[in-house]
């Protein structure tokens, strides 16, 4: 039986490049001069803080740490957006959490779009990852190429690792 599995990672040394090479650039940009705040890592809780003096200022933040995790080859959309800005003294403060690991629900959703094909192949779920099985690899591959297809639409990023035949 030929097998692959569906996980959702970020490599932390790309993370934290993309993030040291988006503070090296707000030390260059004009608009970000003589202001407070920046773009801090926290590496045990995988959380990207950005703070600045207001919400425009943090939304150039989020436009600077996206263009440079693309250029580190890293999903943008493994950052949770949705969180709102609090107000810390002077500074805005937007805490970003790093999606790592597929969730029931995701793997649910996924587990659904995959018997939804009518494809000869199985799915199951363990832990934070999805196991895809089958008896042909050509199965597996369609199963990737329609997960790639709908990738905008389960709004989190999927790696297909572990590929035996």
């Known amino acids: 039986m030929a097998s692959f599995d569906i996980v959702s990672k970020v490599d932390p040394q790309m993370l934290e490049n993309a993030v040291n090479n988006a503070k090296k650039e707000l030390l260059t940009r004009y608009d970000f001069r003589d202001t407070k705040g920046g773009i801090e890592l926290d590496k045990q809780n995988n959380i990207i803080t950005l703070s600045s003096e207001n919400s425009m200022k943090i939304k150039s933040l989020e436009d600077i740490l996206m263009g440079r995790m693309v250029k580190q080859s890293i999903d943008p959309t493994s950052l949770d957006f949705s969180a709102d800005e609090e107000a810390s003294g002077a500074l ?3 805490k970003l959490p790093v999606r790592a690991g597929i969730d029931k629900d995701m793997s649910r959703k996924i587990q659904k779009l995959i018997k939804d094909s009518k494809l000869k192949v199985e799915a199951q779920i363990q ?5 895809v099985t089958a008896k042909k690899i050509d199965d597996l591959q369609a199963v990737i190429a329609l ?3 709908n990738a905008a639409s389960l709004g989190q990023p999927l790696q297909f690792v572990n590929m035996k035949s």
């Open 127 to 131: 832990g934070d990852q999805l196991r």
């Open 92 to 94: 805005v403060k937007k």
């Open 147 to 149: 997960l790639r297809g």
